[in-house]
Structures are given as structure tokens and as C-alpha cells.
């Protein structure tokens, strides 16, 4: 069945450094890949999303990346802050077909002030 | 409009219990879903609507049953609750021109 890796699962950055996070997706169907973040506690937050016919995105001081050959994704974080301390989840849909999320395991990321 | 509504916050059930964790929203938005999230597990999809009358099952749907009678709510039914279904419940819907999922507040169960 369809599987969303996600790594590491947890990362530690001192503050001002930068962070990435990696997925792996199995589906090739899957044309839509969001990025959510999660404080304690709270509910999933959308933060950034990249459709399959975009290969970048970038909003302040987040981004996304996309390599469709190698069916893998990564969200990078510029000048990480204390705030930027959350669980991170990657997630792959096929938005006009099952409609399903698979989403990954998650990144717990600790900025260190 | 509220968005997504979970009740209730908090529950505590003892084995063979049953109950029904009520999912509603207010956006009229066509797809709706349950997921569970485990520590190290991530969200795991439970079971999804793409509309009123219609269900599919995700990946983890054994122990759940759920029913889409109206467009607005989408109960998800423990009908023997176990330990194993210990879990903080999150429902999410969408709309069928926008692929951005809104996520309710979850709910946390403990089954004893």
C-alpha cells in the first residue's frame, strides 16, 4: 500500500541554524505534498504545500522542495527560532483520485536557544 | 463558521465499552476522515467520506465503523473499545476544489 517515510525523527538545531526534513513517498499517484506543524497539545497545522508540477516553493523562511523521479520531498527551515520548535509531519495525496493523506511518522524538532 | 467541531475533548472508556466520537463542520466541505495519532506512528487514517452517503476505509480501519448520513457530520463509532484504541483522535475535512485539510481539535482516549 501507499507509505510516506519521513526522517529524522527527531533533530536538534541551535537557534539561527537551519533545518531539514526529508520524505519518501511510494505512491506515484500522489501529486500533492503538505507540510504540517504541530505544537503540544494543538491540532495539525498546514505551514506549506507543493503540488507535483512545482519543483520549489518558498514562503519567509520556510521551503519546500520536490524531486518527482526520486519520489521524495523536504521541508527546509532558514533561521530556525525557539517558536520553529514543534512535531513536524510530511504528508502525499492524489487529490482527484482516492482523496487519501498518507502522512509520515513525524520530526520532532528542538531549537536550542 | 466554527471549522471543524470534535466532542468530546476527553473520554475514558473500560474494555468493551462503546461510544461515538461526533466529528461536524460547518464549511460544507465534501471530504471528511478520521485519523488516530500513536507516539512514533504519526496520523494514521481510519476511515474517509468523499460525500454523503459514501465511506472507504484507510489504513487502520478494524475496531471503527462510520456513517456520512449528512454533509456536515461524520461520527466515528467504537464498537468494543480495546486498550490497543488508546489513542488522540483527529478529524479533518476539506473541500473538493481546494486540497488544504482543516483539522479539528482531537480528541484524547484512553481505554482501560
Known amino acids: 500500500g501507499e507509505n510516506v517515510e519521513q526522517h529524522p525523527s527527531t533533530l536538534s538545531v541551535q537557534e539561527g541554524d537551519s533545518a531539514v526534513i526529508k520524505c519518501t513517498y511510494s505512491?506515484?499517484?500522489?501529486?500533492?505534498f503538505p507540510w504540517y506543524k504541530q505544537e503540544l497539545g494543538k491540532r495539525p497545522q498546514l505551514i506549506i504545500d507543493?503540488?507535483?508540477?512545482?519543483g520549489e516553493k518558498k514562503d519567509q523562511r520556510i521551503a519546500v522542495t520536490l524531486n518527482k523521479t526520486a519520489k521524495h520531498f523536504s521541508l527546509h527551515i532558514t533561521e530556525t527560532q525557539p517558536e520553529d520548535s514543534a512535531v513536524y509531519f510530511c504528508a502525499a495525496s492524489e487529490v482527484r483520485g482516492t482523496y487519501k493523506y498518507i502522512f509520515g511518522t513525524g520530526t520532532r524538532l528542538k531549537v536550542l536557544a | 463558521n466554527a471549522g471543524v467541531t470534535q466532542t468530546p475533548k476527553f473520554q475514558v472508556l473500560k474494555t468493551g465499552q462503546s461510544m461515538t466520537l461526533q466529528c461536524a463542520q460547518d464549511m460544507n466541505h465534501e471530504y471528511m476522515s478520521w485519523y488516530r495519532q500513536d507516539p512514533g506512528m504519526g496520523l494514521r487514517l481510519i476511515h474517509y467520506s468523499v460525500g454523503a452517503g459514501i465511506t472507504d476505509q484507510g489504513e487502520v480501519p478494524n475496531g471503527y465503523n462510520v456513517s456520512r448520513s449528512t454533509t456536515e457530520d461524520f461520527p466515528l463509532r467504537l464498537l468494543s473499545a480495546a486498550p490497543s484504541q488508546t489513542s488522540v483522535y483527529f478529524c479533518?475535512?476539506?473541500?473538493?476544489?481546494?486540497?488544504?485539510?482543516?483539522f479539528g481539535s482531537g480528541t484524547q482516549l484512553s481505554v482501560l
Open positions: 507543493i503540488r507535483s508540477n512545482v
Open positions: 505512491d506515484s499517484a500522489s501529486n500533492y
Open positions: 479533518a475535512s476539506r473541500p473538493s476544489n481546494n486540497e488544504k485539510l482543516f
